[in-house]
């Protein structure tokens, strides 16, 4: 018979398929790799606990935009498990462990956002920051990651690799997307909430169908039918398709920010010339039309330059662009740099700045026990203020020590916290003056009644009123005496006037 033009490419394929399948497949230990699959897949205690943490820990490092702190909890997550078990029975055809593994799925998630939006809701910080952000737009990119790390953790199961598996938990990154939607729940911020729970999805069908295609392809035993098999690979292009529909727009609209951005830098840039420096440039997306904001620091003011840019880069990009340029004057080109760089610190120490107030307002409305709105905040003298509310079992001394805390950790602020007006200590008098333990408790007297501003009167002999008064006067507090023999020699005791006792004293 005369050889076809597509033998040695036939012939070809049939030597690979059978290498494939005396070489490769037979060393896969199958039963072995499904039942340590399958041990990770169902919905336990130790399950749930561990997916609660890693939600706490991931939103936490979302929230304090840090790095490290994501990393930790996509290390902790033992959602990879279910998912992967859910792969692998598709691919073998076992609807219980399907069932099991979907479960596992469902509770996990569900867990991971209520834990998440639970910390949001009583954390005091619940700013979109920029790791909350970076988890919001998904792309076609993200769907080619959880692709490659999917087929790097199946293949690390049927090969025995376990290790490999945490790497590819750091790369899905299946925790932080879940963290972020919870966030979106707690705040309402729908638009957070659907990006975060997109990338979730992408991620959860890209790695649970590339697990089912991995399988497949080391013949793991399946009690599917030929034309079962056909209509799963189908199903699973077909998912895969839809996914990458949405992401691919998704890519090409940060594609063409990214255009935009690169456009007007350039041109401002080639607009005033090498001697000019652009600080900085912020892109408005959202408004109509687009508006671009830069800071130039140039030797030269150029009129209509704000004109002049849009009309240009308008014209460059096909859509009505709005350009805002602030020009600062500087005499040469290296101080349009020292310029750039003493604004670059300038904002910098501004971002520093505003950090630690907003620190300082968390704090006192923590110690205060109150909204951080109802804390008072004098940036330009550097002054704060709060109102307590009454803790049980606090005194005076432990307001005092709450305020000095405070004070330590912020320095140049004048830091006032109002205790409520809860009983004074008793003042000791010998010999005529003021032991060391009874002139600590002057001193909390006097913070008090600074804080307060409220009348006081003092019981005790008369000898003994007259030197605590005297101490009293000379840090500008007055007090009304009132004699009562009932109270011990050498004792003083003071207590707050009610506005109405005040006014009878008088």
Known sequence: MPSSPLAPISGSIRLFRRWWRLAVRAGVDQQTVIDKVREDSGFTPHFAFMTSMSAGIAILGLLLSSPAVVIGAMLLSPLMGPIMGAGFALAVGDSVWLKESGKAILLGTIISILFAALVVTMSPIQTVTAEIAARTRPNLFDLAVALFSALAGAYAMIRGRMGTIVGVAIATALMPPLAVVGFGLATFNWSVFGGSLLLFFTNLMTI???????????????????????????????????????????????????????????????????????????????????????????????????????????????????????????????????????????????????????????????????????????????????????????????????????????????????????????????????????????????????????????????????????????????????????????????????????????
Not at 216 to 232: A, D, T
């Open 208 to 506: 649970a169908l590339t697990a089912t295609g991995m399988a497949r392809l080391y013949g793991f035993r399946s009690v599917l039918s030929e034309r079962q098999s056909q209509v799963q690979v189908a199903i699973m292009t077909i998912v895969f398709v839809a996914l990458a529909i949405p992401l691919g727009f998704s890519l090409k609209q940060i594609a063409w920010e990214a255009n935009v951005s690169r456009s007007a830098n350039g041109y401002i840039k080639d607009q005033f010339g090498d001697r000019a420096s652009v600080s900085k440039i912020e892109i408005d997306f959202d408004a109509e039309p687009i508006v671009v904001n830069a800071t130039v620091f140039t030797p030269r003011i150029l009129a209509g330059a704000n004109e002049q840019s849009a009309r240009v880069i308008s014209r460059s990009l096909g859509q009505l662009i709005a350009v805002k340029i602030t020009q600062f004057k500087v005499e040469s080109g290296d101080d349009a740099q020292s310029a750039e760089l003493a604004a670059a610190r300038a904002q910098a120490q501004a971002q520093q700045a505003e950090i630690q107030v907003t620190r300082l307002r968390e704090n006192l409305a923590l110690i205060a026990g109150v909204p951080m709105d109802d804390v008072t905040l004098d940036t330009t003298r550097r002054r704060a203020m709060v109102i307590a509310k009454p803790l049980p079992g606090a005194s005076l001394a432990s307001y005092y020590a709450l305020e000095q805390r405070v004070g330590a950790g912020a320095k140049n602020w004048t830091i006032k916290l109002q205790p409520p007006a809860a009983a004074l200590p008793e003042l000791t008098i010998s010999d005529g003056a003021l032991p060391e333990a009874s002139a600590r408790n002057l001193d909390l007297i006097i913070w008090a009644s600074e804080r307060l501003n409220l009348p006081l009167s003092m019981s005790g002999g008369f000898a003994d009123m007259a030197v605590a008064k005297q101490a009293l006067a000379a840090r500008n507090v007055t007090v009304t005496e009132q004699f009562n023999a009932a109270i011990p020699s050498g004792a003083v005791r003071l207590r707050w006037l009610s506005p109405t006792e005040n006014i009878g004293s008088q």
